[in-house]
């Protein structure tokens, strides 16, 4: 009970945190929408060709969307040294750090999976491939996150962390973003996803038992 209460404390604290600066949120969504709202205009009325790339745009958009709230998810806590005091709680570190991934996820990744099917339709893509691209940003915005939080905790406290987050992390992110926009490719063109899907939620999965430690592990460094 008492692992629950910290871990809920946590996510409503971030939360809170985010609404009270909005601009990080705002920031976000806006490159989110006006990425993928360019290359309709700069292409052209060519819907054969907007539907063939529609996935790695969509895809490429999310994850530089993501990216660019990572530098901020300890930085807060690290600055007023409530990062040093989460660490010293009797509560599992790895518990506490999901709760901040999923803060995370939450302000940054889901408002990516609720305005995907509005812009979806810029590229013509049917309802099917539609479907297919939110629940691939639903499986990978998360493992997006966690991999981040990584970078995020090693980066933590030095100058120019944004552009280490985004050299570190990126490499990693490479999976995702080719199932990601695999699987919906592949519903455009009428083939199967049922194996892509799988392999981001491999990812998931994996993300999910492994990214919290090494974040740990990082924070307990860069907090030193």
Do not use: C
């Amino acid at each position: 009970m008492a692992m629950f209460k910290a871990f809920y404390t946590v996510v409503m604290r971030d939360l809170l945190l985010a609404m009270r600066n909005r601009s990080d949120i705002l920031t976000t969504l806006f490159f989110f929408v006006i990425a993928i709202s360019l290359f309709p205009l700069g292409i052209g009325p060519e819907l054969n060709t907007l539907r063939e790339i529609a996935p790695g745009v969509f895809w490429v958009a999310a994850l530089l969307a993501s990216m660019l709230a990572l530098e901020r998810l300890f930085a807060i806590d690290f600055a007023d040294g409530t990062l040093e005091q989460l660490l010293l709680t009797p509560q599992p570190a790895t518990l506490l750090v999901l709760a901040k991934v999923l803060a995370h996820w939450l302000i940054t990744g889901v408002p990516l999976v609720l305005l995907s099917p509005l812009l979806g339709l810029q590229y013509n893509l049917s309802s099917e491939a539609i479907q297919a691209l939110m629940l691939t940003l639903l499986l990978g915005t998360p493992s997006l996150s966690l991999i981040g939080a990584i970078g995020a905790a090693l980066t933590l406290g030095l100058r120019g962390g944004g552009v280490l987050v985004s050299l570190l992390v990126l490499p990693l992110y490479i999976p995702v973003l080719i199932f990601g926009a695999g699987a919906v490719e592949a519903t455009v063109s009428g083939l199967g996803a049922a194996g892509y899907i799988s392999m981001l939620g491999a990812i998931f999965l994996l993300s999910l038992v492994m990214a919290p430690l090494a974040t740990v592990a990082a924070l307990r460094v860069s907090a030193e």
